[in-house]
C-alpha cells in the first residue's frame, strides 16, 4: 500500500472515531432527563469510564498499527511498537479481570486503572461504606493476581 493510501485510510479512521465521539455526546448527553441523571451519579460514572478507556485505548492500538504498517519505520520502531502493544493488551486483559474479581465479592461496580510505565494501580469502587474488610478483599486480590504489592495499590471509594 503506497504512502498517500496509508495517509487516506488513517485519516479517515481519525474522521470515523471524531464523528463517533459526537453522535455519542449528542445521543447520551442531551437525550437524558436533568432528574434521571441525579439518579445515575456513580453509575454514569463507571459506564463513561470505561468508554472513555476503551477509545483511548482503542487510539494507541491504531498509532501502533500505523507504525507497525508503516514502510518507514526501522525494525527497531515496528518490534517496540509490537512490544507496546502487546504490553497494552495485556494490561487491558488484567484491569478487566481485576475488574470482575472484586465484582464477584460483592461490590456493585469497580474500575481498576494501572499505568503502563508504573507499577501502581488505582481501584475505584462504588461503596458507600467501605469497610477494613472490604479494602483487605481487593488488596488480597491484587497480591494473588500478582499485578501488585498493597503498598502500590490505592483504593477510591465513590457512593
Not at 436533568?34 to 498509532?63: D, H, I, V, W
Amino acid at each position: 500500500m503506497s504512502k498517500k493510501k496509508k495517509i487516506i485510510v488513517l485519516s479517515s479512521m481519525i474522521a470515523l472515531l471524531a464523528v463517533t465521539a459526537v453522535l455519542n455526546f449528542v445521543f447520551t448527553g442531551n437525550l437524558i432527563n436533568p432528574k434521571a441523571t441525579e439518579t445515575l451519579g456513580s453509575a454514569s460514572y463507571f459506564a463513561q469510564y470505561r468508554s472513555e478507556r476503551q477509545t483511548k485505548r482503542n487510539e494507541e492500538l491504531l498509532q501502533l498499527d500505523a507504525v507497525i504498517a508503516s514502510a518507514e519505520a526501522t525494525e527497531t520502531d515496528v518490534k517496540e511498537a509490537l512490544s507496546l502493544k502487546t504490553e497494552l493488551t495485556k494490561m487491558t486483559e488484567r484491569e478487566m479481570l481485576l475488574e470482575s474479581l472484586i465484582k464477584a465479592y460483592g461490590f456493585e461496580d469497580v474500575v481498576v486503572v494501572m499505568g503502563i510505565d508504573s507499577d501502581n494501580v488505582n481501584v475505584i469502587a462504588k461503596s458507600a461504606n467501605l469497610t477494613l474488610d472490604d479494602t483487605i478483599k481487593i488488596y488480597t486480590i491484587i497480591q494473588e493476581e500478582n499485578v501488585a504489592s498493597p503498598e502500590n495499590v490505592k483504593i477510591i471509594p465513590i457512593s
